[in-house]
């Protein structure tokens, strides 16, 4: 009898089906316990201590008697040496609790519509499934990827419904940045439209939003001249703000709903049940070296379980790539693929005279060719701040583009050089921008969860603007969610309610503008006048995107060079002086989270055809190659200095690089972007 | 025993600071702040004693305003049983600090007191040697290990010196300031931080503790260092020396 309660040392025995015993293998599976449970095992909490630096087979697991306020209590996992526990508590005790335990399980799993457990008989055949068994694991209603305007509108909107109809559901929104806004990056001119759905009363509280767009101007600049035209975009009623400093707000007013945050923490790994259904997601490890050993402070990750999963992780979000792809979502609606521009930022200090709050500027052309889609923009914030950038399309065709030195280029402008003069710069950083808009929305519904904001892609591009659709689908998911969770219904309504909210109405009107752009600069002006002032999204037909961005790169030998002038470090600067002020930083002693699927293709494919395209798009000279010992160049990844953009998730020619998401609380430390 | 760890909250060590435009200070409004990297040593020192079962309790303690409260939930995911929070407003400068906690010492009565050797943010490297000598407390400053002899009620702390290592041995109750290389603290897991929110932390003023904030030092300028100069090349060592001696005045 006292073998049966043995688990022996190996992890990956536990999920054998025919181990010594079925009873033994369930509990450890377990993840909902009544409180019965939670009780017996409270006794013997305090002998099982954490040991962070024991070695991975030994690892002690947590027991949590706590519950949370929907009564899911904290998985309870046994420890993996019973003989001091077992001769605490009566053995005969444990036995029967932990066989009620089972049966109760299954029975609450069934009502809430979980499935987490596939049950095959009380006893014998019990077979668990794919999840690691030693890591640790919390239970929440909705499990929210991503604190960003998507995801904290989604939070504080369930939130309010709990208030509304008297229930309440646990949710929890894990945040890979080192707290709530350090990764959020936006030019930004707000439209207020679904923050006074959500928070009507913005004002009032004090949000971040108090610079109305005073003026709105948009120029075509050529080298030296600034041609004005009529303005294409209507900004009344908008505000100049900063997104990171409004996101730190909205973060606020989660927590005073009750929603848990926890920022510091990636979500690294989707977790599935039996039937392929998300059930949740896992943490990074962390404290792990470069070589992929364990350092002193080594912690497993913690396993983050929802009745629903909201993913929303920005643009070209690493998870919501492989849901995406794992569930077919764009073949399931016909949608295109999805196109893509890089943004890149900086905030400056000017002097007090030049300085006009509100005042927003656009600008088309130069330095960009022809062929090249993108445009800068400028803002007077206040305090005699501006936000000013430059947003490239990722189809452009020449390997030899750097969207960093255009950028560096345009602010040498005889337009723009005036307001720049005597200023400073605060903060640089950079994003990449979803342009595919209507035609590449994919299906958002995956089984488990859904996919919000810019990781399905909503932003508008003859706008530029995403924040208020983004926002809005966050309020569409969490209304749905909320059905599915207290009403039975299907996540498939959050697709219905998508098609009939404001969001289609406005990506629907705005599709036919950035594809034209594809047949060059003056019929995607054209085109656009065309839309604005006669059409208004009434074609017949939806025009579709070019091939996909990595495959509209030219090879090398087809392009010729730019040549871009050195950074004088007054106005323009090199790239490792503007990486210093993103305040990026990543524990140094990790192994690199970008992957090479193939490491041969950098040296065979990317340098000699390509003209290694990736030393240039990147914003934060990640990949540069270095001669080695035999005088070849070798690529060399400097994971530490990644802006988490993922130009080259989207830009490598053979789609070999892979951005997966490092250790949590790295990364840029934006605090005015 | 217990043991008794100051932390402070300071600007965050990756973020790149500024120099606030009226030269009074460094700009903190909208900036990431969290625990001293050598307070979060400190704890994690108290935290491997405490598991080596030689202390029963880890207390942590923070000074300044209201959001010290989140320094102390980050010391208490670590691991740390109770936070004690002193509201204070204003400057705190390293002799108020100590006076603070030679208050808190009396109350609480540690048989350790650990603190970071240096603040981030001031680089004082002071507040250690001021409570020891307050309190009359044997101290161990930079201190690179640390083993307790509990029987005995002694301390041998290692010392990293300009001269090398140290090694000291102190009479329990003593203060220890440690330094960089004594451990590599542990992250706060998600459990342990859900967890910290229902640790208690009790608030104090300096009122109710009898001493009075005043400081002695008043801050008149805070401004950048000057900018660095290029490099000369020089083309022989005769100029080299010239301009050591004329230019640079080193010799």
């Known amino acids: ?673 | 025993m217990k043991i008794m760890v100051a932390v402070k909250r300071v600007v965050d060590y990756a973020v790149k600071i500024r120099v606030k435009a009226d030269k009074t200070g460094v700009e903190t409004q909208n900036v990431k702040m969290s625990m001293n990297p050598f307070c979060e040593i400190a704890l994690e020192e108290a935290l491997r004693i405490k598991e080596s079962g030689l202390a029963s309790e880890v207390v942590a303690v923070s000074m300044g305003p209201a959001q010290c409260v989140d320094t102390l939930r980050t010391g208490l995911a670590m691991g740390a049983d109770r936070g004690i929070h002193v509201e204070a407003t204003g400057a705190l400068y390293p002799l108020s600090v100590a006076k603070l906690l030679k208050a808190l010492v009396e109350v609480e009565k540690p048989g350790l007191l650990i603190l970071g050797k240096q603040a981030i943010d001031d680089d004082c490297n002071q507040t250690g040697q001021m409570v020891a000598g307050l309190l009359g407390w044997p101290q161990g400053t930079f201190a690179s290990k640390v083993v307790l002899d509990k029987e005995n009620q002694v301390a041998t702390v290692d010392r990293e010196v300009d001269g090398g290592l140290e090694t000291l041995s102190l009479d329990l109750p003593a203060v220890i300031t440690t330094d960089l290389r004594l451990n590599q603290p542990r992250y706060a897991t998600l459990p342990n931080i859900m967890k910290a929110k229902s640790k208690v932390i009790k608030k104090f003023t300096p009122q109710e503790l009898n001493v009075e904030i005043k400081s002695d030092l008043e801050v008149v300028q805070v401004t950048e260092p000057p900018k660095r100069k290029a490099g000369v090349i020089v083309s022989s060592v005769d100029e080299l020396l010239d301009k050591l001696k004329n230019e640079a005045h080193v010799i």
Request: proline residues 6%.
């Open chain 1, 1 to 673: 009898m006292f073998r049966l309660l043995l688990i022996s040392s190996k992890s990956t025995s536990l999920r054998k089906p025919n181990s010594t015993s079925s009873f033994t293998v369930s509990n450890s599976h377990t993840n909902l316990c009544d409180s019965t449970s939670s009780t017996l095992f409270r006794q013997s909490s305090s002998h099982i201590s954490s040991n962070p630096s024991a070695s991975p087979t030994n690892h002690f697991n947590f027991i949590y008697p706590t519950k949370t306020p929907n009564g899911y209590s904290f998985s309870c996992r046994l420890g993996r040496s019973f003989s001091s526990f077992s001769s605490q508590i009566g053995f005969g005790k444990v036995f029967s609790s932990g066989y009620r335990l089972n049966y109760e399980n299954f029975r609450s799993c069934e009502e809430n519509g979980c499935g987490f457990l596939r049950f095959q008989g009380f006893l014998g055949g019990l077979r668990s499934f794919a999840s690691e068994s030693d890591r640790e694991s919390m239970e929440y209603d909705v499990v929210i990827v991503g604190a960003g305007p998507a995801g904290l509108s989604a939070a504080i909107r369930l939130k309010q419904l709990c208030r509304e109809k008297g229930v309440d559901l646990s949710v929890c929104v894990v945040e890979k940045g080192a707290e709530v806004g350090a990764h959020i990056l936006s030019g930004n001119v707000f439209e207020p439209r679904a923050l006074d759905e959500l928070l009507p009363q913005w004002k009032q509280e004090e949000a971040p939003i108090s610079v109305p767009v005073s003026s709105d101007k948009f120029l075509f600049l050529t080298k030296n001249r600034a041609i004005s035209l009529p303005c294409p975009f209507d900004n009344k009623g908008n505000y100049v703000i900063s997104l990171s400093q409004l996101v730190r707000w909205m973060g606020m007013k989660a927590e005073e709903l009750g929603v848990e945050i926890y920022p510091g923490f990636a979500a690294s790994e989707i977790l599935y049940d039996a039937n392929d259904k998300v059930i949740g997601i896992a943490t990074n490890d962390m404290g792990v070296a470069k070589d992929g050993s364990k350092k002193e402070n080594y912690q497993r990750g913690v396993e983050l379980k929802g009745r629903m999963m909201l993913l929303s992780e920005g643009c070209r979000g690493s998870l919501s790539e492989k849901i995406m792809k794992k569930y077919k979502l764009r073949e399931k609606e016909h949608t295109q693929h999805q196109t893509y521009a890089l943004g890149i930022k900086e905030v400056w200090e000017i002097e007090e005279g030049k300085h006009k709050p509100g005042a927003v500027l656009h600008t088309l052309g130069w330095p960009l060719d022809q062929k090249t889609y993108g445009g800068s923009f400028l803002y007077h914030l206040k305090d005699r701040q501006i936000a000013i950038g430059i947003v490239v399309t990722l189809n452009y065709r020449n390997p030899f583009l750097n969207p960093y030195e255009e950028f560096q280029k345009l602010k040498h402008h005889p337009a723009i050089i005036p307001l720049l003069e005597g200023g400073s710069v605060l903060e640089y950083g950079a994003r990449t921008l979803n342009e595919g808009g209507y035609q590449s929305i994919p299906y958002p519904v995956f089984p488990g969860g859904a996919i919000i904001g810019c990781s399905a892609g909503f932003l508008n591009v003859p706008k530029i603007k995403g924040t208020h659709t983004a926002m809005k689908s966050g309020m569409l998911a969490a209304e749905a969610t909320f059905g599915v969770l207290h009403e039975g219904s299907k996540m498939e309504t959050y697709w219905d309610a998508l098609q009939k909210s404001w969001i289609w109405e406005e990506l629907y009107r705005a599709r036919n503008y950035r594809p034209a752009f594809e047949y060059g600069l003056i019929p995607g002006l054209a085109m656009s006048a065309l839309e604005h002032y006669i059409l208004k999204g009434r074609l017949p037909f939806t025009l579709k995107h070019g091939k996909p961005d990595h495959e509209a790169t030219k090879v090398a030998k087809l392009c010729s060079p730019i040549q871009y002038p050195k950074p004088d470090g007054v106005l323009s600067f090199d790239v490792p002086t503007s990486l210093h002020r993103s305040n990026t930083n990543h524990e140094h002693d990790q192994p690199a989270h970008l992957c090479l699927r193939d490491p041969k293709i950098p040296e065979l494919v990317n340098f000699p055809d390509y003209a290694a395209p990736e030393s240039r798009y990147c914003p934060a000279r990640v990949y540069e190659y270095i001669p080695d010992e035999k005088n070849q160049l070798k690529l060399q990844i400097n994971a530490q200095n990644c802006l988490h953009c993922k130009a080259c998730d989207i830009k490598d020619p053979k789609q070999n690089i892979e951005w997966t998401v490092p250790e949590g609380g790295g990364g840029p430390g934006y605090s005015v972007m």
